[in-house]
């Protein structure tokens, strides 16, 4: 069965200091992975997805096979990063039917 | 185009109630999902159309659960005899066949009492 662990509910760093936010998965197919986004009082967005390699508002994730892990980095953490981050797995082939981690609370420290 | 709209954005229910819920797409988009969220767990996927179709339904949807997407636009997700296990987060979805990711509406929370 599909599932995808996120270990940390909570993260806290302070502003400047890099930041990876862990993701790890478990599926028997050939897997495609994201990481969405919500920041405060707004709601989930795309924030990056693998199969694109893109970085994108300085965040990257590198696809893991051998370890099923799919880990969120930044170099530099800003304040404006503290969001909930959730890792999803594609576990629908076609459909984009997406399994969600349960979710890790970010917050940048000034 | 705003983006995907969901009315109302907070329900509270007396047990047993039934409910209804409406997403609005954005207007291309031809795939649409429902999600369920609740407290400190990530959205779980409830059911999705394609067009007016509707292509998978989880196990999560037990029989007090139905949705409809009458002429492919916008969608109805109703629960019926509410029961407080209900209590959620529904959030929709909206996608283009062929382009990766989706644009989540702001949810409708549910609370039943």
């Known amino acids: 069965a599909q599932r995808v662990t996120q270990p940390e509910k909570l993260l806290s760093v302070f502003k400047g200091a890099p930041v990876e936010l862990k993701c790890n998965y478990s599926y028997s197919g050939s897997p495609e992975l994201f990481w969405y986004v919500q920041y405060s009082r707004q709601r989930l967005q795309l924030l990056l997805r693998h199969i694109s390699r893109e970085s994108i508002k300085g965040f990257t994730a590198d696809l893991n096979k051998g370890e099923t892990s799919f880990h969120l980095k930044k170099p530099f953490a800003q304040e404006e990063d503290s969001a909930m981050y959730y890792c999803?797995?594609?576990?629908?082939?076609?459909?984009?039917?997406?399994?969600f981690g349960k979710g890790t609370l970010l917050t940048v420290n000034p | 185009d705003t983006g995907v709209s969901q009315d109302p954005r907070h329900k509270i229910t007396k047990r047993g109630q039934n409910v209804t819920f409406r997403c609005d797409p954005i207007?291309?988009?031809?795939?649409l999902y429902w999600y369920r969220q609740t407290l400190g767990q990530g959205p779980e996927f409830l059911t999705y159309f394609q067009n007016e179709a509707q292509l998978e339904k989880s196990r999560l949807l037990s029989d007090r659960f139905s949705a409809e997407r009458p002429k492919g636009s916008f969608s109805t997700l109703e629960i019926q005899r509410t029961e407080q296990g209900d209590s959620a987060m529904y959030l929709c979805?909206?996608?283009?066949?062929?382009?990766?990711?989706?644009?989540f509406g702001s949810g409708t929370r549910l609370t039943v009492v």
């Open positions: 207007s291309e988009h031809n795939r």
């Open positions: 979805a909206s996608s283009l066949v062929g382009l990766v990711g989706y644009t």
């Open positions: 999803a797995l594609n576990s629908g082939g076609s459909n984009y039917k997406l399994t």
